[in-house]
C-alpha cells in the first residue's frame, strides 16, 4: 500500500509541513483548533483543485512562564488509531467540514473545514481553574510523510475578553462513514 506510513508514491513526494491555525480557548478549558496538510504535488494541469490533507496527528502541552511544562503531551489526534463513530463529535469541533464524496465526484473544488479539539474533546481540558498568570500552550501536528509543526499561543489566565463556554453540538459536516 504506497499510502501507509513510511511507503512511496514516487516520484512524488510530501515536503510541506501542516499548517496550525490559532487556538481558541475558551472558559470551561476547552481548545479549537484548525489544522491542515497541504499537498506538495499540486496539479495545474487538472480541471480538478486539489484538496488540502487532514493531518495525522495532533497533540498539544502546557507551559507556564518560566518554561515549565504543566501537562504531559497530550494527544488530541492520533491517525494510527480508529476511532468508533461516536467519537466523531470528540475529534472533529463545531465548524468542521468535509466536503463528503459526492462533492469530490461532481466539484472541481471539494475544500474541507478540519477544526479539531485540541482540548476537552478525546483529552483533558485545560486545568484553567487552577492556573493563574502567563502560560504557553504549544500545538504539534504531524503529516504521515513525517513532517512535523508547533505553533506556540500565550495567554493569560483569568482569561480576558467575555467567557464563553465552547460551542456543543456535532461538526456540521458530510461524513461518509457511519
Not at 17 to 29: F, L, N, Q, T
Not at 61 to 84: C, F
Not at 152 to 166: E, H, N
Amino acid at each position: 500500500n504506497p499510502l501507509r506510513p513510511g511507503a512511496s508514491l514516487l516520484p512524488y513526494r510530501d515536503t510541506e509541513r501542516p499548517i496550525i491555525g490559532k487556538p481558541h480557548i475558551y472558559s470551561d478549558g476547552k481548545v479549537i483548533v484548525g489544522a491542515f496538510d497541504p499537498q506538495s504535488h499540486i496539479d495545474k494541469h487538472s480541471s480538478y483543485e486539489t484538496p488540502v490533507l487532514a493531518p495525522a496527528a495532533l497533540a498539544w502541552r502546557l507551559y507556564d512562564s518560566h518554561n515549565h511544562a504543566v501537562t504531559g503531551l497530550e494527544w488530541a489526534l492520533r491517525g494510527s488509531q480508529w476511532y468508533p463513530p461516536g467519537d466523531i463529535s470528540r475529534v472533529f469541533a463545531p465548524g468542521a467540514k468535509n466536503p463528503g464524496f459526492n462533492c469530490f465526484a461532481f466539484h472541481r473544488v471539494c475544500i474541507p473545514n478540519w477544526v479539531y479539539w485540541l482540548a476537552g474533546g478525546m483529552t483533558e481540558r485545560l486545568p484553567l481553574g487552577s492556573l493563574h498568570g502567563r502560560y504557553r500552550l504549544t500545538v504539534y501536528a504531524w503529516d504521515w510523510a513525517g513532517n512535523t509543526s508547533a505553533r506556540d499561543y500565550s495567554f493569560k489566565v483569568p482569561l480576558a475578553g467575555p467567557q464563553t463556554p465552547a460551542p456543543s453540538g456535532r461538526p456540521v459536516a458530510r461524513f461518509d462513514y457511519p
